[in-house]
């Protein structure tokens, strides 16, 4: 349990996570159940979904789990209505679905990186288009998950920075179009955060404490970092913040950290 703010802070919302089932963003959906919200949560995967509403659900909280893929808009369209029908309401979106890999610019097909941008930055669009009505009804306010890979260079990134780069983008622009609509838009951008699949799968263990050295806290992010910074964009105390992508990366970019 989160102890940095009052477990109430999100009570009687209603928060729509994609990605929710697992990493970074699972971590997130739990954590706003703990202060008070209700989900709904999709995944490609079935079985992350059962995984995640058990965890919610023996905390105490409410967890309704839609299968969906992002990439496909009706799919989305079924879940936000899926989500309106259960709860009557959206408050919060929360873009966490994403796919990664490491690949070299020169081995991967265009098929690769479409697909990723596909997941990531479409996607990410198609539940902000598909949840605009309800937003705007509840004033409510999406949070995109990015990453900071963009900001410099990352090598064998390339289809997963420009995702990102193009998620960020989104934060921005909705930020402006649907703030005359009492809609926040904010994004996250997690530095190297440990524990999580994405982490296992792209960092080499040898090179782990190596690294740890090179930031300038000296240690790896913790999902409870991200929970935090989300907890908070979530809350009344972000109320005039809108169209920011809050880095939470112990301030790694700045020194050029990579990864790779
Ligand atoms: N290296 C290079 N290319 C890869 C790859 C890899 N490791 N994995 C997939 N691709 C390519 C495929 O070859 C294919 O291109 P092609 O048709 O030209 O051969 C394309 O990407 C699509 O692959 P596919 O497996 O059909 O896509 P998918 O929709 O089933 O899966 C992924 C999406 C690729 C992102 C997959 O890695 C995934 O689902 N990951 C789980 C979620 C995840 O990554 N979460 C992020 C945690 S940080």
């Not at 839609?66 to 029908?85: G, P």
């Not at 009505?133 to 920075?161: C, F, R, W």
């Amino acid at each position: 349990m989160n102890q940095v703010f009052n477990t109430d802070i999100l009570k009687g919302k209603v928060a729509f996570v994609t990605g929710g089932g697992t990493g970074i963003t699972g971590g997130v959906a739990r954590a706003f159940a703990e202060h008070g919200a209700k989900l709904a949560i999709t995944s490609r995967k079935e079985e992350n979904l059962a995984a995640m509403k058990k965890v919610v659900e023996d905390g105490g909280g409410e967890c309704l789990t839609v299968a969906a893929d992002v990439r496909d808009f009706e799919a989305v369209q079924a879940a936000v209505a899926q989500t309106i029908e259960h709860y009557g309401k959206i408050d919060i979106v929360i873009n966490g679905a994403a796919g990664n890999f490491l690949c070299a610019a020169d081995q991967l097909s265009p098929n690769g990186f479409g697909t990723v941008v596909d997941i990531d930055t479409k996607g990410t669009f198609n539940v902000c288009r598909a949840s605009f009505d309800a937003l705007k009804e509840s004033k409510g306010q999406i949070l995109n998950i990015s990453a900071t890979l963009h900001y410099l260079a990352t090598p064998m990134q390339i289809h997963v920075s420009a995702a990102k780069a193009g998620v960020d983008a989104i934060t921005r622009n909705l930020s402006v179009e649907w703030g005359r609509h009492g809609i926040r838009v904010n994004g996250i951008a997690p530095g190297p955060i440990e524990d999580t699949e994405g982490m296992k799968r792209l960092l080499m263990p040898e090179i782990k404490e190596k690294l740890t050295k090179k930031i300038p806290l000296q240690r790896f992010g913790r999902i409870e970092d991200i929970e935090n910074a989300a907890l908070f964009l979530a809350s009344d105390a972000a109320s005039y913040i809108n169209g920011v992508t809050l880095v939470v990366d112990g301030g790694s970019w700045l020194l050029g950290t990579s990864l790779m």
